[in-house]
């Protein structure tokens, strides 16, 4: 639950996130509290023990948008579940999963397949499940955020409602809890390569098992990377994830008229090489 609370005196800070020359996140420890700390400067505290996160100040709705996007993931995966940053949509075949770095097209991937008929679970971020035999996945909440150009190449459906706020991006909210939803097979996971290496052509690849844990854990959310025991778990759960289903580098045509092409060739490659699923864990 969130409460609003007083902005807490740092004990000490055990991770920053960067981005380009400066941070955007930061975790610290105040007493038996972590808090995580926006560059903006809004903190918001998690109390394991309570298992509450307070704000010092009542939510606007782009801190409501940050409390979303950065902070529960974290406290989630604090509580040891495996969440990562990224889109999937549902296909004939599975979910999809798309993984990469901020900016690289996630987002707008996942609007395509969804504008194309392939409906967006998550462009932000959904929880792993492993099982047996099986992995699944399941969004957190159904979202989509866009910079203004994708968001008018691939104009969200009557079921998103675009939600105001202070971003770069523009958020569409359907107001759907993916929590209530069921754990869907997952058939593949796609990691983009950097838009800044251009390609002409849809280029799908395997990827080495090591190199595909060790991405799965980079785009991971992460609460307290200094701990070791929830570290440990991370690494057993991305390592279950890699043997039950198959990990491929993605590089396509960055161009909006050619997005269409782009999912049918990702939709035919996951009908062939996609994990074989048919229960949902």
């Known amino acids: 639950m969130l409460d609003i609370g007083v902005d807490p005196i740092i004990d000490r800070w055990v991770h920053h996130w960067r981005s380009g020359s400066g941070w955007t996140l930061a975790a610290g420890r105040a007493g038996a509290s972590y808090v995580l700390r926006l560059a903006e400067g809004e903190s918001y505290v998690f109390d394991g023990e309570a298992n509450t996160v307070a ?80 992995a699944t996945c399941r969004p957190t909440y159904r979202s989509m955020r866009l910079w203004q150009d994708s968001a008018d190449a691939f104009p969200p459906s009557d079921a998103y409602q675009r939600v105001e706020g202070n971003e770069d991006k523009v958020r569409f909210f359907t107001g759907v809890d993916g929590n209530n939803g069921p754990n869907l097979p997952l058939a593949a996971v796609y990691l983009l390569t950097d838009p800044a290496d ?29 701990d070791t025991a929830r570290a440990r778990s991370a690494f057993d759960t991305a390592a279950d994830v890699v043997q039950r289903v198959p990990i491929f580098s993605l590089a396509h045509p960055r161009d909006y008229d050619r997005l269409g092409e782009v999912t049918q060739s990702i939709l035919e490659h996951a009908s062939q090489h996609g994990a074989k699923q048919t229960e949902a864990g």
């Open 198 to 226: 251009p390609v002409d052509e849809v280029t799908i690849g395997p990827v080495a098992p090591a190199l595909a844990v060790s991405e799965l854990l980079t785009h991971s959310f992460r609460l307290d990377p200094t």
């Open 55 to 134: 704000l010092a100040c009542q939510p606007s709705q782009e801190q409501r948008n940050d409390l979303l996007n950065q902070v529960l993931p974290r406290v989630l995966d604090h509580q040891g579940r495996f969440l990562m940053h990224g889109s999937a949509v549902e296909t004939r075949v599975g979910a999809l999963a798309f993984v990469g770095a901020s900016g690289w097209g996630k987002s707008t991937l996942g609007a395509a397949f969804d504008t194309n008929g392939a409906p967006l679970l998550s462009d932000d971020c959904m929880e792993f499940f492993v099982n047996s035999d099986t």
